[in-house]
T-cell receptor, first 110, second 117 residues
Framework: AQSVAQPEDQVNVAEGNPLTVKCTYS??????LFWYVQYPNRGLQFLLK??????LVKGSYGFEAEFNKSQTSFHLKKPSALVSDSALYFC????????FGSGTKLNVKP | KAGVTQTPRYLIKTRGQQVTLSCSPI?????VSWYQQTPGQGLQFLFE???????NKGNFPGRFSGRQFSNSRSEMNVSTLELGDSALYLC????????????????FGPGTRLTVL
């Protein structure tokens, strides 16, 4: 069965510090991995995806994610967090249909 | 390009009623998927439509149904509403292809907030 796990319900980071939001996956076959962000009362916004190729994927708003096949992980990162990055982040895998993690709430404090 | 639009944005119904939600995909996108988002269950896949045919289905009861029109617009219907159906219903569209779209990016609408009293 395909699945995605986000082990942290919440991540707290100070503005200007680097941030990491964790994601691990389990798929039979090639993993097509995605990150989305959701602001209050809004739909999900696409940040980035990994299909194949370079393990470091760059996306919108300065975010990037590192695909690690041996650890079956796809962690989202940003070198310097902004208060405006505070939101709910979802990792997902597309295996003919999307399977999403439970979401991680990111709090960036001034 | 205009994004995915969903109507209505907010809806209040009572138990036992039925409801229809509408989704207009991004122009040129042929696949429309529906999701239910609740605080307890997270994001759950309902179904996907491609070229007016249901291509994938999640684990929801038959009270949840959908359809897609020739212009790719989609509707989902929930009959005999229950309190537990209160949720944010999200629609997403993607370009996709007839063979499936595992590499496709889905673009989400703002959602319809359904409250069942």
């Amino acid at each position: 069965a395909q699945s995605v796990a986000q082990p942290e319900d919440q991540v707290n980071v100070a503005e200007g510090n680097p941030l990491t939001v964790k994601c691990t996956y389990s798929v039979s076959g090639n993993p097509y991995l995605f990150w989305y962000v959701q602001y209050p009362n809004r739909g999900l916004q696409f940040l980035l995806k990994y299909i194949t190729g370079d393990n470091l994927v760059k996306g919108s708003y300065g975010f990037e994610a590192e695909f690690n096949k041996s650890q079956t992980s796809f962690h989202l990162k940003k070198p310097s967090a902004l208060v405006s990055d505070s939101a709910l982040y979802f990792c997902g895998v597309n295996f003919n249909k999307f399977y999403f993690g439970s979401g991680t709430k990111l709090n960036v404090k001034p | 390009k205009a994004g995915v639009t969903q109507t209505p944005r907010y809806l209040i119904k009572t138990r036992g009623q039925q409801v229809t939600l509408s989704c207009s995909p991004i122009s040129g996108h042929r696949s429309v998927s529906w999701y239910q988002q609740t605080p307890g269950q997270g994001l759950q896949f309902l179904f996907e439509y491609f070229s007016e045919t249901q291509r994938n289905k999640g684990n929801f009861p038959g009270r949840f149904s959908g359809r897609q029109f020739s212009n790719s617009r989609s509707e989902m219907n929930v009959s005999t509403l229950e309190l537990g159906d209160s949720a944010l219903y999200l629609c997403a569209s993607s370009w996709s292809s007839s063979g499936g779209g595992s590499t496709d990016t889905q673009y989400f609408g703002p959602g319809t907030r359904l409250t069942v009293l």
